[in-house]
Each structure stands twice: as structure tokens, then as C-alpha cells.
């Protein structure tokens, strides 16, 4: 596979997380574990179709449990904190604050080995942050009544998110089809929580069913092996810089489908969040220049 061709699959990646917001709100009003059990389901029953008609099933042998580990608890403690923030706080809102994930990958990866965390990155990051503060702020005729808390759930999937991503460039030996495993333990997790903690709710219209679906087979679903492949196989960079425009993906997808409202208070919020992330790659794509004497 050429990096051109990886590049381009992991860019249907982006496009697919831009439904991501529209189609949880649809599939109300299933609680968040028992929705990440169902999409994770799906999505780990495709990936093992793909590999039965594929590789085979000996390529996931060789693959480290900690790897496994790492993945598995990502998607699952991202997903549940993301279903859970949009059961409880306003739809375009959260999904904003979630989608601050870009910028987080590009200050995080600052902070590898090899790369430099400069002052552009935190100008940009100080951008973003103020799209962020303008969404709740804009809500302070109404903030007796908001829970915060879905908020801030959202602002720890995105960093959850971020450092997934950003520890996953370590495992570029790690094949893509490990992504399953991934898929099927954060399943079986997920339906042990809603077991626990969770009444059984089941989508309430064939469109909910449908949302379900569609985050199975795409969002939750193909998405995390097309990003694989483009974050292990392609330009790791020009997907990064792509990524940063989910958030106005999302906020216009959720306009269109009727879920928010296209204020200007939210669309500043939504220009600001992108465009501080898209600053902080631009510095990114910046040769450093080496240290004298080091």
C-alpha cells in the first residue's frame, strides 16, 4: 500500500466521526454502555469477517495482552464517556468541546521525543480554549440549568482521545487487524457496566435503530481501522491538519439534521476551535531547527 493510498483511508475516517454527534443523539434513548456494547459489537463483527476473508486469524497471535490492554480501555473509556456527556448536555456544545481532541494530538505531541512544543502551539492552544470557554459563557442566562458535567466529560473524552492517539505512532509494528480485539473487548466491557449500573432502554423509533447501526458499521465501526491505517501507513501530518476540521464537520451535520441551531455564538465557537487547532498544526509542519552545540 502506498502512503498516498493510506492517507486517503484515513481521511474517510474524519469524515465518518463528523456523523459521530448526529447519530448518538439519534439513537436516544439507549444508555451510554449499552450503546457502546452494541456499536462495539458490530464493529468487532465486521473486523472479524474482514480477517477471516483476509489475513487470517493467526496475525492477532503475536500481538502483546499490554497492547491489547491499551486499546481496549481507550475505546472504552472514551466511547463511554462521549455517549454519556451527550445524554446530559446540549448536543452542539458537546460535541465541540469533544472535538478539541485535534489540538490535544498536536500539544501532546509536542512533548515526544524528537519534537518541540513552541510558542505558536500554545498561541493556537489559547485559541481553541476560548472557543470552548465562549460555548459555555454564551450559556449564562440558562446556567442554573446546564449540567456542566456532561462539559466536562466531553473535555476528558478529548484528551482521552488525544493520547490514545498520540501513544498509538509507538505501535506502528502493531498490525491494524489488533483494531478488532480492541472493538470486541470494549464491547464485552461495556455490556458487564450496563449489566451493572444501567436499566435496559431500546432505541424508540426505526430511526434510532438506524443510528445504532450506522455508528456500528461506520463512526464506531470501520472508522478505527481506516485511522489505523493512516496514522501507521500515511502522512501522519496532513492527517492531523485534516482532523481539525471535524469539529465544524460535526456542528454542520447536527445544523442540517435539525439537532442545533446555526447561532452566531456557535459557529464563532466552532471557527475558533478549528482554527486555533489548524495554527497549532501549522507549527507542527515547521522544520526545527537543530540546537547548536547539543
Keep these: 500500500m502506498t502512503r498516498r493510498n493510506a492517507t486517503a483511508i484515513g481521511f474517510t475516517a474524519i469524515l465518518m466521526w463528523a456523523l459521530l454527534a448526529l447519530l448518538t443523539i439519534g439513537s436516544a434513548p439507549v444508555p451510554?454502555?449499552?450503546?457502546?456494547?452494541?456499536?462495539?459489537?458490530?464493529?468487532?463483527?465486521?473486523?472479524?469477517i474482514w480477517l477471516a476473508i483476509g489475513p487470517g486469524f493467526a496475525v492477532l497471535r503475536g500481538i502483546s495482552w499490554k497492547v491489547y490492554a491499551f486499546g481496549s480501555l481507550a475505546l472504552f473509556g472514551y466511547h463511554?464517556?462521549?455517549?454519556?456527556?451527550f445524554r446530559i448536555a446540549p448536543a452542539a456544545e458537546t460535541g465541540l468541546i469533544a472535538y478539541l481532541w485535534p489540538l490535544f494530538i498536536v500539544l501532546l505531541s509536542g512533548l515526544l521525543p524528537g519534537e518541540r512544543l513552541g510558542l505558536m502551539h500554545v498561541f493556537g492552544a489559547l485559541i481553541a480554549f476560548s472557543g470552548a470557554a465562549l460555548i459555555i459563557l454564551a450559556r449564562g442566562d440558562n446556567g442554573a440549568t446546564v449540567p456542566v458535567s456532561g462539559l466536562v466529560l466531553a473535555f476528558i473524552c478529548a484528551i482521552t482521545w488525544a493520547t490514545y492517539s498520540v501513544l498509538s505512532r509507538r505501535l506502528g509494528a502493531v498490525p491494524t487487524e489488533s483494531v478488532i480485539?480492541?472493538?470486541?473487548?470494549?464491547?464485552?466491557?461495556?455490556?458487564?457496566?450496563?449489566?451493572?449500573?444501567?436499566?435496559?432502554?431500546?432505541?424508540?423509533?426505526?430511526?434510532?435503530w438506524l443510528s445504532v447501526a450506522a455508528l456500528g458499521l461506520g463512526p464506531v465501526g470501520a472508522a478505527f481501522f481506516t485511522w489505523d491505517v493512516g496514522m501507521k501507513k500515511g502522512d501522519i501530518q496532513l492527517l492531523g491538519v485534516?482532523?481539525?476540521?471535524?469539529?465544524?464537520?460535526s456542528t454542520l451535520a447536527l445544523v442540517v439534521g435539525g439537532r442545533a441551531q446555526a447561532t452566531p455564538i456557535l459557529l464563532l465557537a466552532a471557527v475558533l476551535i478549528t482554527g486555533g487547532a489548524?495554527?497549532?498544526?501549522r507549527a507542527s509542519l515547521r522544520p526545527v531547527r537543530p540546537v547548536e552545540g547539543g
Design 32 to 48: 451510554p454502555f449499552l450503546l457502546n456494547a452494541l456499536c462495539f459489537g458490530i464493529g468487532g463483527s465486521l473486523g472479524l
Design 80 to 85: 463511554a464517556l462521549y455517549f454519556t456527556a
Design 181 to 208: 480485539v480492541y472493538c470486541l473487548v470494549t464491547a464485552l466491557l461495556s455490556l458487564l457496566a450496563h449489566v451493572v449500573f444501567e436499566e435496559t432502554l431500546w432505541p424508540a423509533s426505526n430511526w434510532g
Design 242 to 249: 485534516a482532523s481539525y476540521a471535524a469539529p465544524l464537520l
Design 278 to 281: 489548524a495554527l497549532a498544526a
